[in-house]
């Protein structure tokens, strides 16, 4: 069994799935700049949660990710920005399947093999339905991967990732994109079901993270037209006994 850090933090979570992400999906384009990086964590599609991390935020993961060996600065000194790419691939040695899987289950949550046949065919083309199948067993024969049993009414486990167990969706929740009864549809289970509620507060405390970010950066943009207004009013009123001047 491989050994992984199962104590990331949601942002680095994000981070790392858009590493792998990317590499697959847009190589030209890779490692990628922190504005890149950016972009691609508050991306509003293939992404469950969606979020809006300011650049502090995702520098400070991906410092995080560096410290843990998963990820490294990759511009050279004549670079016009810094690049980073993940190392995830040299420290658990991941085939390019399994790289594929890993960021749709980084960046998406717990998923069904269905789910990640249909999502993961612009990543890595697997020849067939058996054979994403034995590469996620093999997975989680590996610890990188953990299969939460099928929920009633669906035919399908589902298989989340173990590099945060805090992040992995509970086996009651729904899942991003699958068909799930609304939360008031009578369902007896003589359980107040701790977990659902548990994982609430962690999409709470995700979304109270994003607004903070989100606060930051209106600040710092309302001290830069600040700076910007203070300028051109100085410009505009000439210094006394210069009035005049040519």
């Known amino acids: 069994m491989v050994s992984v850090d199962t104590d990331l933090e949601p942002c680095e979570v994000r981070v790392l799935g858009c590493l792998l992400e990317k590499q697959r999906l847009t190589p030209d384009g890779y490692p990628l700049t922190l504005n890149s990086l950016r972009a691609a964590c508050n991306q509003a599609t293939s992404r469950d949660p969606v979020v809006d991390y300011d650049e502090a935020t995702v520098r400070a993961a991906l410092a995080r990710l560096t410290r843990r060996g998963y990820a490294r600065l990759a ?138 970010g989100e606060v930051t950066r209106l600040r710092g943009e309302l001290d830069r037209l600040r700076g910007e207004l203070g300028e051109s009013d100085g410009a505009q009123t000439p210094p006394s006994g210069e009035e005049g001047v040519d």
Do not use: N
């Open 75 to 212: 511009s050279g000194p004549g670079s016009r920005a810094p690049k980073y790419r993940h190392l995830l691939s040299d420290v658990i040695e991941l085939s390019p399947g399994e790289q594929a899987l890993l960021a749709l289950l980084l960046l998406r949550g717990e998923q069904t093999p269905g789910e990640l046949r249909a999502r993961s065919e612009r990543l890595h083309a697997f020849p067939d339905f058996v054979t994403l199948q034995r590469t996620l067993e093999e997975m989680v024969e590996r610890g990188l991967v953990e299969r939460h049993p099928r929920r009633p009414g669906q035919k399908e486990d589902r298989y989340a990732h173990r590099l945060s167990e805090s992040a992995l969706p509970q086996p009651g929740d729904a899942a991003a994109g699958a068909p799930a009864p609304p939360v008031t549809s009578p369902v007896s289970t003589g359980d107040p079901a701790p977990a659902g509620a548990h994982h609430r507060i962690e999409r709470l405390e995700g979304a109270i993270q994003a607004l903070r």
